[in-house]
T-cell receptor
Framework: GAVVSQHPSRVICKSGTSVKIECRSL??????MFWYRQFPKQSLMLMAT?????????EQGVEKDKFLINHASLTLSTLTVTSAHPEDSSFYIC?????????????FGSGTQLSVL | GQNIDQPTEMTATEGAIVQINCTYQ??????LFWYQQHAGEAPTFLSY??LDGLEEKGRFSSFLSRSKGYSYLLLKELQMKDSASYLC??????????WGAGTKLIIKP
């Protein structure tokens, strides 16, 4: 089946630094990619929706200047956590969808565990 | 508002059958998903229902009733490795996934 590659799987960084997370669809073109974060014992929370070649749509309460999303091609989306702080520590997951007509083709990356010291 | 409800935790015995229920109220409906998530890992896709009825995939089955805003995930012949959280998610009219908080399933020998 289709594979979504997300890396790094784990990152530990110092407060104030920036961290980039990549999400790649390996064998299909993803017109839309979603970025989620999950706090311990809570559900996944949608952060933003990114469409190839256009600006990402952010969910209410998500700072677009802090969580920069770039979807430059049909196979790659990146999430950059700028000036990370300890409260940004979380599990970040991306998912990719091939198109609105194929609702079943929604695949998830393996996730990135971010720890900010 | 949009809401997905599922039990917080369930316990079952190895080899038995367990049914995890999910009720939802969303702005539009473009399908309901069930995912399995082991601790520290990303969720993995289990099933997708967009029409009423039962979908069977091996030991796992998923049922949907759109008129009742209700779904369940049925797990048969439970194995210890089935211990995980099971997430119910509904895709709304904007193709956004609305997630439930997950049901932690504990399997006992």
């Amino acid at each position: 089946g289709a594979v979504v590659s997300q890396h790094p799987s784990r990152v530990i960084c110092k407060s104030g630094t920036s961290v980039k997370i990549e999400c790649r669809s390996l064998d299909f073109q993803a017109t839309t990619m979603f970025w989620y974060r999950q706090f311990p014992k809570q559900s996944l929370m949608l952060m933003a929706t990114s469409n190839e070649g256009s600006k990402a749509t952010y969910e209410q309460g998500v700072e677009k200047d802090k969580f920069l999303i770039n979807h430059a091609s049909l196979t790659l989306s990146t999430l950059t956590v700028t000036s990370a702080h300890p409260e940004d520590s979380s599990f970040y997951i991306c998912s990719a969808r091939t198109g609105q007509g194929d609702l079943e083709k929604l695949f998830f990356g393996s996730g990135t565990q971010l720890s900010v010291l | 508002g949009q809401n997905i409800d599922q039990p917080t935790e369930m316990t079952a015995t190895e080899g038995a059958i367990v049914q995890i229920n999910c009720t939802y109220q969303t702005s539009g409906f473009n399908g309901l998903f069930w995912y399995q998530q082991h601790a520290g890992e990303a969720p993995t896709f289990l099933s997708y229902n967009v029409l009423d009825g039962l979908e069977e995939k091996g030991r796992f089955s998923s049922f949907l009733s759109r008129s009742k805003g209700y779904s369940y995930l049925l797990l048969k012949e439970l194995q210890m490795k089935d211990s995980a959280s099971y997430l119910c998610a509904v895709m709304d009219s904007n193709y956004q996934l609305i997630w439930g908080a997950g049901t932690k399933l504990i399997i006992k020998p």
